[in-house]
């Protein structure tokens, strides 16, 4: 057997493509001439046929009809979105009600509430001749002492009674729907259990409302058709009492009698409420039945229970067009007397509410919140002085602050739902107001912050803004670390916006002094971290950050999610500019980085937040950069590797972090062949501990690579040995039950014999020690027979490479020689090379007879004889070979086969003219 000799540039010459000069780059801009045909060409086209623009043209679906300048269907369906919105509003405030008073598994339920607790059904047992009087008797029903029930029971016996009111009025058994929805709003005369009381009330109103809803239709109904069906008219949206006939009157007064002879009066209110829209049937102004019912509140004595009928109120008065806001600013101003009454009983010896005074005052709180929205959905300007001053705020549209305190509560939400035009010109005021409302029922620091957040909606005059702050700093600053930072944070936009640094340091410099030497609680540390995300939001440079006094001193104090959360965002920033090379910079933020990841489960990848710690550690790490202080980078990546060993991601960029220092030495030609050898030991060291053999396999050949170009070559051969044994070693399952892709196997040998191609044989160990110790591997490992026949192809390959005259590439390095010129007319060399290739090609032809599948034969024998061919000359004692490779094809493979047919030209194209193969031939 004889290489073919191969002369890579005149190859590389014949096979590379003629190129042809062009007159105009693609991506330039067109010539004028050009231009000018193009639009030529496009005026021809216009002329033929209107262009349409299939963008530009209208949407059928979405034309409406315009009239005197107005959409129609926006006119008539406006008041029908309203009641939509207001729906809406309310069924979110509902679940809110629920969700924000939990309540125990077991209920205590008073005589009041037998209702829930009695078995059976009660609809079925009534009559309709029953008078309604009968009703009235709760002392028939009542039980001695009180009875325990689930909440979920107490619910679900709520939705029977639903049902049996439905079910009762669609049998057109009216009177014992009114008997059950009386008894269902007498359940809300029990506020024993207070906590429950909100839930109890969404439940009580939601059957009340379904109650209301089918009066109103039957009573429609009335108005529309006769008792024969004959449909007498259709009523407008906006009917009027005169529009309606005198049988359907007769029947909505009749509701309204039945309801009012209800002894109790609250579940008489509530009752009324219920079918309060029916008011439209007998009266042209329906509204003004609100400021009697709202009288008639004044009359209920426990103040949970009033306060939640004047909620009630507030959203059936919804259902008029235009409600009369003085009947719910009536609302208030009881709720505000209530809260009065319970302010002024006697407080504890640290002039602090009692926990059942702040908890019924928080029970109370979401009427006054809905009521207030209700007040000024929608108000102008003028219209909100007109309610400050009916709230006695204050004494005229001028003078809206000027009256006198109000409860802290009502001025909580009050302030919340001002408009924001109000909020900025009276800031002062408010303030004022708020120093001297200070009556418990709230905490003052909460109003304190709501002004600050209210203030940050719009810019305001600085000089108002400041004295806004100086008056809030001197309060703040006899408060406790927890409300110091709800109100602090409040303002922090509006310091930062106006550049007040002198405050901004004032309040840094008070936090420090509240929160050393305490252990910071949870909420604090929630306020602490509000308040340093807002700082790193706020400035572009990191370094302008950590020059604020004080700034890396809390940070210091923070423990826990809160203090990982703002490392988050102090990485995010410092690697979202560029390339961090400040000294100092560096330093801190490997200290953040270190922090962060010791308070990190990293084990846990699977949790996003931990994925995204370890993100940002690795981006610092990646972003840092030490200019021409390669030593200094080297030590950081050291620091690096022992500060995150547990981000196995990152271990992979530090050895490619290392190799690229290398190179990078080398190319300056400044640093010393002891600091390459350095970065190669690091590399060296970093690899076995990266999980993954496929990742370990690629960075040792890298940083082979790198050793090479140093003219490292003992290096290089160690890496290389390392990779083999890395090979020998192989899991194939990886830790999982998928198996490891064999193409990239395949493709790191490849690689591999690439990279030989370069390296010196070393005849202490024997030239060929590392191809032989791929065969070695190769007979160890169970892999697939295509798989290795593929790597005998590549040995063969870099034998046929090696053995020529001249190496297709070398090593950079001027101090390494190839093999061509170290083994230069060395025939023992070769004679090696061949005994090499003769094994490799024995084993390769015996593997190719062991594939069972007969596509796979067919196309592996055609890879090994297109291998052989290019390789060596086509003798004697290579034909036969490749005979026997083309006619295993031929039985394997299709005669139509292109790859066989490509094969059989090319083995003629390069047979020797004296040369005759029968079986080459087809």
């Known amino acids: 057997m004889e290489f073919k000799p191969r002369n890579y540039v005149a190859e590389a010459q014949s096979h590379a493509l003629r190129r042809t000069g062009a007159d105009l780059h693609p991506l330039s801009s067109p010539s004028p001439r050009s231009i000018l045909r193009q639009a030529d060409d496009h005026v021809e086209s216009s002329n033929s046929e209107e262009f349409f623009d299939p963008l530009r043209a209208p949407n059928s679906k979405a034309s ?136 109890l009330f969404v439940l009580a109103t939601d ?150 005074k702040r908890s019924l005052v928080g029970l109370m709180e979401p009427a006054i919140e809905f009521i207030m929205k209700c007040i000024f959905n929608d108000a102008s300007l003028r219209q909100v002085g007109q309610v400050l001053v009916e709230l006695g705020l204050g004494r005229s549209q001028e003078e809206l602050f000027g009256g006198s305190p109000c409860v802290s509560i009502v001025l909580h939400h009050l302030l919340k739902e001002l408009p924001t035009d109000v909020v900025s010109s009276h800031a002062v005021d408010i303030l004022h107001l708020i120093k001297c409302s200070n009556d418990y029922s ?54 930062l916006q106006n550049q007040m640094d002198g405050q901004l340091k004032t309040i840094l410099e008070g936090i420090l002094k509240l929160a050393c030497g305490k252990v910071i609680a949870e909420d604090e540390l929630a306020g602490l971290q509000s308040i340093l995300v807002k700082l790193l939001s706020h400035f572009k440079d990191l370094e302008n950050v950590f020059s604020l006094n004080h700034f890396l001193q809390i940070l210091d104090l923070m423990h826990g999610s809160s203090r990982s959360i703002v490392s988050m965002h102090i990485l995010d920033m410092a690697t979202r500019n560029g390339y961090v090379r400040d000294p100092t910079t560096i330093q801190l933020l490997f200290e953040i980085s270190q922090a962060l990841h010791d308070d990190t489960d990293l084990a846990n990848m699977k949790n996003d937040d931990n994925q995204q710690q370890a993100r940002l550690i690795s981006l610092f790490v990646r972003m840092v950069d030490h200019g021409a202080e390669y030593e200094g980078h080297l030590a950081f990546l050291v620091e690096c590797r022992g500060a995150f060993g547990s981000i196995i991601e990152l271990k992979e960029f ?24 350095s970065c190669i030991a690091f590399s060296e060291v970093t690899i076995p501990s990266i999980l993954g053999h496929i990742k370990q396999l690629h960075l040792y050949l890298e940083t082979a690579e790198v050793a090479l170009l140093g003219g490292l070559v003992s290096h290089c051969d160690g890496l290389i040995d390392s990779a083999i044994s890395c090979l020998q070693s192989f899991d194939w399952m990886e830790g999982s039950r ?143 070979i490749c005979s026997k490779l083309i006619e295993t094809a031929k039985l394997c493979l299709s005669p139509n086969d292109k790859y066989l047919m490509s094969t059989i030209s090319f083995l003629d194209k390069n047979l020797p003219i004296a040369a005759v193969s029968p079986a080459i031939a087809i």
Request: aromatic share 8%; hydrophobic share 40%; net charge negative.
């Open 64 to 199: 409406a009809v315009i009239v005197d300048g107005q959409d129609l269907e926006s006119i008539s369906s406006g008041n029908e979105d309203s009641i939509q919105v207001q729906m809406k509003e309310w069924t979110s405030f509902k679940r809110f009600l629920m969700q924000r008073f939990p309540v125990s598994k077991m209920i205590s339920v008073s005589s009041m509430s037998n209702t829930i607790v009695r078995s059976g059904k009660a609809y079925e047992k009534s009559s309709t001749s029953m008078h309604l009087e009968e009703l009235d008797d709760i002392e028939k029903s009542s039980e001695e002492g009180a009875k325990a029930i689930t909440r979920q029971e107490y619910v679900s016996r709520l939705h029977e009674l639903k049902d049996e009111i439905n079910r009762a009025w669609h049998a057109e058994d009216r009177v014992t729907s009114l008997k059950l929805s009386i008894k269902v709003a007498r359940l809300l005369m029990d506020t024993s259990v207070s906590n429950f009381y909100p839930t």
């Open 207 to 356: 059957v009340l409302d379904m109650l209301g809803d089918m009066v109103w239709e039957r009573i429609r109904q009335k108005a529309e058709f006769a008792e024969d069906g004959t449909k007498l008219c259709s009523l407008p949206e906006n009917f009027g009492a005169s529009d309606v006939c005198v049988d359907a009157k007769e029947t909505c007064y009749n509701w309204f009698c039945k309801v009012g002879s209800i002894r109790e009066l609250l579940p008489r209110i509530y009752l009324e409420l219920a079918i309060l829209p029916c008011w439209r049937f007998l009266i042209e102004q329906p509204a003004e039945s609100l400021q009697r019912l709202v009288m008639m509140t004044r009359g209920l004595a426990d103040p949970l229970a009033s306060a939640y009928c004047r909620l009630y109120i507030a959203y059936r008065a919804l259902k008029f067009p235009m409600y009369d806001t003085g009947s719910l600013i009536t609302c208030v101003n009881d709720i505000k007397l209530v809260f009065t009454r319970i302010s002024s009983a006697k407080e504890t010896a640290h002039g602090c509410f009692a926990d059942s």
């Open 442 to 495: 709230y905490d003052q620091c909460l109003n304190y912050r709501l002004l600050g957040l209210r203030l940050c909606e719009q810019i305001s005059e600085i000089g108002t803004v400041d004295a806004v702050v100086n008056e809030v700093m001197q309060v703040v600053s006899q408060y406790g670390l927890d409300e110091y930072l709800k109100v602090v944070e409040a303002y922090l936009d509006i310091l």
């Open 654 to 677: 530090l050895v490619h972090s290392s190799n690229c220092l290398a190179t990078k030495a080398l190319k300056d030609g400044k640093t010393h062949l002891s600091f390459v050898k």
């Open 738 to 880: 998928v198996a490891v892709d064999s193409d990239r196997i395949l493709s790191f040998i490849r690689k591999l014999c690439s990279l030989l191609v370069m390296v010196p044989g070393n005849p202490e160990v024997g030239i060929l020690h590392i191809p032989k110790s791929i065969l070695s591997l190769i007979h160890s490992q169970s892999w697939s027979p295509r798989m290795k026949a593929r790597i005998f192809c590549a040995i063969v390959s870099l034998s046929a490479t090696l053995s020529q005259g001249r190496l297709p590439y070398h090593a950079v390095h001027p101090e390494i020689l190839g093999n061509d010129l170290l083994f230069f007319g060395d025939s023992s060399y070769v004679h090696e090379l061949l005994s090499l290739t003769e094994s490799v090609l024995q084993n390769l032809v015996g593997l190719i007879e062991q594939e069972p599948s007969q596509a796979a034969r067919g196309s592996m024998s055609l890879e090994a004889c297109n291998c052989i061919a290019s390789s060596f000359k086509l003798n004697e004692h290579v034909l036969p």
